[in-house]
């Protein structure tokens, strides 16, 4: 039946169907899960690239306008721009020159509601990825297991006159399916330890850009304290 499918099929699909008809049904399992994986990368891609992951430069600058007085110029620099680190910024310079602005506690723990909602964004979907990652092989070794035992009952039934080229057939293609699941596993498991790697850094950059915003980056420039810095206290505004 998979031989008159092939048949059908474009000839770059021949090695899919072959494979599936020598690994069997654990095989078109992992496969389908190789599909799925490969759809979920592609969209946490464009979700990446969209939301800016790993690109800080225009908020960095940003940030340092602001820390020199020139909020306006700060939020030109950053408004209307996608990424996650400058609609933080964005947001936060907004907030500062919004008339009568908000309390600084509030703000500080408002904004960081938001940072975490816009991590959990980019960890959305990385759990079926991961769990692709961990099932494929363990798949495979399943499969692999029950080829041995067809190939060893093979072997039983046969009695002394079993062929061992027979034999070697049938253990080589109950390990395919271990070596399918593998080859699913290891390159699905670089790729969600690339993103988490992105998302950690978005995280500290994220934690960094808020904390200095607020403190005025104190420690970095002790000699050019954050007057322009007002802390909003009961509706009365009072320089830092």
Known sequence: MLSELSNQLPEFLHPVVDLVDQGGSVVGIQL???????????????????????????ARRALGLHLDGDTA??????AGHRGILNEVMALLLKAQTRPGGARADLLREDIERICLG????????????DLIAQTAPLLGLYGTVLGMIDAFQAMQGAGAAVDPSVLAGGIWVALLTTAVGLAISIPVSAVVSW?????????????????????????????????HLDVIQGGTRHAV
């Open 195 to 227: 993103f988490d790697g992105r998302i950690e850094r978005t995280q500290q950059e994220m934690e960094a850009v808020v904390t200095a915003f607020f403190t005025g980056a104190a420690a970095e420039r002790p000699a050019v304290l954050p007057a």
């Open 73 to 78: 110029v700060a939020l030109a620099t950053v």
């Open 32 to 58: 389908v899960m190789s599909v799925i994986a490969l759809a979920l990368i592609f969209a946490k891609l464009i979700q990446f690239a969209l939301a800016g992951a790993g690109r800080f430069g225009r």
């Open 118 to 129: 816009r991590i959990a964004e980019l960890r959305a979907w990385l759990r079926p990825l």
